[in-house]
């Protein structure tokens, strides 16, 4: 059984920080690809980042270039998400999902965690 399990989110000032965690369990990812998402109410799921988990690759959303940093922990079997200067259009749910190959599109992900809320204040 796979398993993704999100963690780190709350509520934040507009420009605070936070950390996402998405612990991964079940099977071994070293092949997988990672990725963030995140969906408001009432609007698709879009890509945020995603990075191979040797962390040799990463590809990022224009939206959130140079505000987060995805990164991997393969020890861990662990996925971050660093999340700096947030404004509030970044609120949303914010799910972790694994791919087999790199994709930017939530079809291309097979397992989903169940998220985690991102609110951030103005």
């Known amino acids: 059984q796979v398993q993704l399990v999100e963690s780190g989110g709350g509520l934040v000032q507009a420009g605070g920080s936070l950390r996402l965690s998405c612990a991964a369990s079940g099977r071994t990812f070293s092949s997988y690809f990672m990725g963030w998402f995140r969906q408001a109410p009432g609007k698709e799921r879009e890509f945020v980042a995603a990075i191979s988990w040797s962390g040799r690759s990463t590809r990022y959303a224009d939206s959130v270039k140079g505000r987060f940093t995805i990164s991997s922990d393969m020890a861990k079997n662990t996925v971050y998400l660093q999340m700096n200067s947030l404004k509030p259009e970044d609120t949303a749910v914010y799910y972790c999902?694994?791919?087999?190959?790199w994709g930017v599109g939530a079809n291309d992900y097979a397992y989903w965690g169940q998220g985690t809320q991102v609110t951030v204040s103005s």
């Open positions: 999902g694994a791919a087999r190959g």
